[in-house]
């Protein structure tokens, strides 16, 4: 509707200028005509004009036929008067009728060889003045005019027309506008319906294209862009449910099969406390499942703001030999930490540790006992780089792209029924990603895996 008034505006404002120009265009065109022709006609009636006595008078031959213009056109409107007392001495018929008016009124003005214009009865006539001399000298003034009754009824006409075709102009204006502006907005509201038809049901949908590259073609492709990433991302999150609900069934069904057992069987005092206990380690499992499946929906809630803090790299392996040496002496496995002085990360602390918390434990749980892990601290140019290098069983060369992928686990420590979810690796990816570093992996099944973790270190020379 808008765009509909904005267009009849400008197309009236145009057609009002265009026919306000053409308009005065007209009119001093047929004036300067109107002048051209009394010019002419005093010009002529000149050529007739005698003197008797001193008097002027004019003097040609009605009968013939080329005076029959003179006769009935151009001397339809003259007269001579005598400019020192204003006394007419010749005079058209028709100026007699129209009274001593003109006359009068030029008297009192000086006489010009110029033009004048006067309001009648008739209409309004145009005269021109000249002064004549008669062979002694005297002085008249010749005036002739003309009616401007025909400029004046072309000029009319021309304005009913105007006043006729403007408004249907302006109707045809707001009619096209109209339709214009419904057919440039017809492929938005094609949007629009597809939009309001979309849901978590069918997140596969996508709007038109129309092919035409244009700025709805670009609206379109970018709803589309917008409508894949949140299908990728609901996707996603029915996978993590999906998993989810299979990760904490086995571990429940565990605990409810020994529950029910130790609640039909009964049995000695050790025999129930040799249950509760493993039901504790199953309850152990759970609620470290639980913590990472936590980390891993706020990493993904994309409400998380990591910290852009230096990172003291030296305190945070101290705290993590502090909270993995027990498990690492417990398996027969020698855990050895070397780094440089004063290495400085930039980024969280607390989600950092995380990921080489994760790395490490990793290296630790696929090492068997009497194996090794060697954490090496650093500095590589503008970056930090944490080696965490072991001696286990190693990762299969199919494997290895698919380790930081969700709940991906190797069948090999499935099979050695090592305890996981697969969520570490990708949490540890997560936070080196957002964190502007990056992780990478190399392996030989049987001989061991190294894990090398790049954060940016501080003070950094490069953009993070
Ligand atoms: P989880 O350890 O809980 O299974 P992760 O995401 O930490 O899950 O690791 C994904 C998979 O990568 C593991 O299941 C394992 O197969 C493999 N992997 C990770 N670290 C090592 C390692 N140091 N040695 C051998 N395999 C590893």
Redesign the pocket.
């Known amino acids: 509707m808008r765009i509909t008034v904005l267009y009849t505006v400008i197309f009236a404002a145009l057609f009002a200028g265009f026919f306000f120009s053409a308009y005065h265009l007209f009119a001093s065109q047929l004036d300067r005509d109107a002048s051209n022709e009394v010019t002419d006609r005093a010009e002529g009636l000149r050529g007739y004009l005698k003197f008797e006595n001193e008097i002027p008078v004019f003097r040609f031959d009605g009968a013939l036929p080329e005076n029959a213009p003179l006769v009935r056109d151009e001397t339809r409107f003259y007269q001579i008067y005598d400019p020192a007392n204003g006394r007419i001495v010749a005079q058209s018929y028709e100026m007699r009728m129209l009274g001593s008016a003109i006359v009068l009124r030029e008297h009192e003005s000086p006489v010009q060889n110029g033009f004048f214009d006067v309001s009648t009865d008739e209409g309004r006539l145009r005269f021109h003045n000249d002064r004549v001399r008669s062979p002694a000298g005297h002085e008249f003034v010749l005036q002739v005019g003309i009616s401007l009754k025909s400029m004046q009824d072309a000029l009319n006409r021309f304005s009913r027309l105007g006043l006729w075709l403007g408004p249907l102009a302006l109707l045809l204006a707001a009619t096209s506008g109209w339709f214009m502006a419904s057919r440039a907005l017809n492929p938005v509201r094609d949007i629009v319906h597809a939009a309001q038809k979309l849901d978590l049901s069918n997140l596969d949908h996508r709007l038109p294209v129309s092919g035409a590259n244009d700025e709805l073609d670009e609206l379109a492709v970018t709803f589309n862009d917008a409508f894949a990433r949140l299908a990728g991302s609901v996707g996603e999150m029915k996978q993590l449910t999906a998993s989810m609900a299979h990760e904490l069934r086995t571990p429940l069904a565990a605990l409810r099969g020994e529950a029910e057992i130790a609640l039909l069987h009964g049995g000695s005092v050790r025999e129930l406390k040799r249950v509760l206990s493993s039901q504790l380690e199953e309850i152990d499992k759970l609620t470290k499942l639980i913590g990472q499946l936590l980390m891993v929906t706020k990493a993904e809630s994309g409400l998380l703001r990591l910290e852009h803090k230096p990172v003291d790299v030296q305190a945070l392996l101290t705290e993590v030999d502090d909270t993995l040496s027990v498990l690492a002496s417990a398996k027969g496995i020698s855990l050895t930490f070397e780094y440089d002085r004063d290495l400085m990360a930039i980024g969280d602390a607390q989600w950092l540790k995380h990921a080489v918390l ?1 790395v490490i434990d ?2 630790i ?3 068997p006992e009497g194996g090794s892990v060697a954490v090496h601290g650093t500095r590589d140019g503008n970056y930090v780089v944490i080696d965490v290098r ?1 001696t ?4 299969p060369h199919n ?1 290895i792209p698919h ?1 930081f992928e969700r709940f ?3 069948d ?2 499935r099979a050695k029924d090592i305890e ?7 949490l540890a990816k997560w936070i080196l990603d957002h964190h502007g570093g990056e992780i990478s992996v190399s ?1 030989e099944v049987g001989k061991g ?1 190294d ?1 090398g973790l790049r954060v940016p270190a501080f003070p950094s020379m490069s953009k993070v």
């Open positions: 994760n990793n290296a749980k696929y090492t072991d286990g069983m190693g990762i494997a380790i991906y686990r190797a090999s420590s996981g979810v697969g969520l570490g690796l990708n392996s895996s894990f």
